[in-house]
């Protein structure tokens, strides 16, 4: 059978999105996204997303090794681009992640999303091999552990997330890794180990979601926030008290669109 897709940028995460025509194969779809997100022999992707339409836009979501993911910021981001491209939604508009309801809007050119306040779930103390980090267990529909430190771009992100990803203290369900220095008084910079991904991303909204309203509640940023992820790109977090929610913006684009043809998916 031969897809229809569309290959997705959010401030360098990159997806993998099907319409609603292929509500069909959301049964599928783990082994879907880890035939079509492979690198170098397939399209390649950060994760895929297929966009079903009911009373209201659902995004299904998964990670490139197949797991099913509650919610991803780039993804729901770029979600609300495609949408609206596609005629799909007006602008703004709501739809549905596992995670709960969200409004997406285009504003020139940029999507931005509602989420839920994140939950700051527990502080966490990691002894690792050769070095021992404190960090803070933030779950902003996926779980976080945010670690502060003076500067990221000395980090090896790929070993040390690695590492504190598979930590015995997040149990089964592991957590992202995301290293955060902050570079003003209105200014992060994150990097992130993404499980599911199993490697950095150059963005991730969920993480700098969980970095901006962890620090926020710290009283170390203010209510809007711009973030620097690895991609060199900027993130917006802005967080509204009086409606308890909190907004992600930044860049997105269609980088391309194609077809490809899928054989039996079998056991990939």
């Keep these: 059978m031969q897809l229809v897709f569309s290959k997705m940028s959010g401030a360098g995460n990159d997806f993998i999105f099907l319409g609603p025509d292929y509500s069909a194969w959301i049964e599928s779809a783990g082994l879907l996204a880890r035939r079509l997100c492979q690198r170098k022999t397939s399209i390649g992707g950060d994760g895929l997303v297929i966009v079903e339409k009911r009373d209201r836009t659902v995004m299904h979501y998964y990670n490139s090794d197949g797991t099913r993911a509650a919610f991803c910021g780039n993804g729901a981001r770029c979600l609300v681009l495609y949408c609206i ?8 508009f709501e739809f549905q992640s596992d995670w709960g309801r969200h409004t997406g809007k285009l504003a020139g050119g940029s999507p931005s999303v509602s989420v839920p306040m994140p939950e700051i779930i527990r502080e966490v103390s990691l002894e690792l091999e050769k070095a021992g980090f404190d960090g803070i267990l933030v779950r902003s529909g996926v779980p976080h552990v945010i670690i502060r430190v003076d500067d990221v771009e000395g980090l090896d992100v790929r070993s ?6 598979f ?3 997040f149990g089964e369900e592991g957590a992202n890794v995301d290293f955060v220095q902050v570079a ?4 992060l ?3 992130t180990y993404e499980r599911g991904v199993e490697d950095e991303t150059l963005a991730c909204g969920s993480g700098c979601l969980a970095a901006g309203y962890l620090l926020w509640k710290q009283g170390i940023v203010p209510l809007r926030i711009s973030v620097e992820v690895a991609s060199g790109e900027t993130l917006m977090v802005e967080i509204d008290e009086a409606d308890q929610r909190v907004f992600l913006g930044g860049p997105a684009e269609i980088v391309y669109e194609g077809t490809i043809e899928v054989k039996e998916l079998g056991n990939v």
């Design 167 to 169: 930590h015995h203290t």
């Design 184 to 187: 003003g008084r209105s200014r």
């Design 160 to 165: 040390l997330g690695r590492t504190i990803r």
């Design 85 to 92: 491209e596609k005629g799909i939604e007006p602008n703004p």
């Design 189 to 191: 910079k994150v990097r």
